[in-house]
T-cell receptor
Framework: EAGVAQSPRYKIIEKRQSVAFWCNPISGHATLYWYQQILGQGPKLLIQFQNNGVVDDSQLPKDRFSAERLKGVDSTLKIQPAKLEDSAVYLC????????????FGSGTQLSVL | SQQGEEDPQALSIQEGENATMNCSYKTSINNLQWYRQNSGRGLVHLILIRSNEREKHSGRLRVTLDTSKKSSSLLITASRAADTASYFCATDVGGAGNMLTFGGGTRLMVKP
């Protein structure tokens, strides 16, 4: 079965610019997650969707970050405007059910903000 | 804040030796999971242990859970160079609107 697809793989932007990341989860997976992973740290949850509804976005910096999951399938994460501290790997993951069990991760988008 | 914290932060061993990583957490959990991350890649799920379980095995992996001490350990037996990666524990407290929270990871290097 196809895994979680993310694009782009790498992105370099200057501060105050905007950027968008795309994620296509495994077909049929109900729950989709966006995690931010700063170099040398563990992933930090930004937002979690069940189908196309938001379950948790308590750690999403809503003044600059936004995310949507259209029709309960693909998802996009946007940053506008970007700050230097947003440099990180953005990981998308999906899981089959509604419990947080056995997440499948994409390879991530590595963002560098200069 | 991170719910789980791994110890040690880094571990270097020779091929064939066993590797043990520990995870401590702060609040009661529904389950605890271990993931592996190779450099530049996404995380891969290894094993899940529920709060009412004390030990689970999967191939060369053995996970224990001590809910009274709020800690878990991951043992990799007969390590191989291919086991070189970062290992993360993740905790799920259960309930509506819960989130899976990752620790900072243990970086394991297995020397051939």
């Amino acid at each position: 079965e196809a895994g979680v697809a993310q694009s782009p793989r790498y992105k370099i932007i200057e501060k105050r610019q905007s950027v968008a990341f795309w994620c296509n989860p495994i077909s049929g997976h109900a729950t989709l997650y966006w995690y931010q992973q700063i170099l040398g740290q563990g992933p930090k949850l930004l937002i979690q969707f069940q189908n196309n509804g938001v379950v948790d976005d308590s750690q999403l910096p809503k003044d600059r970050f936004s995310a949507e999951r259209l029709k309960g399938v693909d998802s996009t994460l946007k940053i506008q405007p970007a700050k230097l501290e947003d440099s990180a790997v953005y990981l998308c993951a999906s899981s089959p059910g509604y419990a947080n069990e056995k997440l499948f991760f994409g390879s991530g988008t590595q963002l560098s903000v200069l | 804040s991170q719910q789980g914290e791994e110890d040690p932060q880094a571990l270097s061993i020779q091929e064939g030796e066993n590797a043990t990583m520990n995870c401590s957490y702060k609040t009661s959990i529904n389950n605890l999971q271990w993931y592996r991350q190779n450099s530049g890649r996404g995380l891969v799920h290894l094993i899940l242990i529920r709060s009412n379980e004390r030990e689970k095995h999967s191939g060369r992996l053995r996970v224990t859970l001590d809910t009274s001490k709020k800690s878990s350990s991951l043992l990799i037996t007969a390590s191989r160079a291919a086991d070189t990666a970062s290992y993360f524990c993740a905790t799920d407290v259960g309930g509506a609107g819960n989130m899976l929270t990752f620790g900072g990871g243990t970086r394991l290097m297995v020397k051939p």
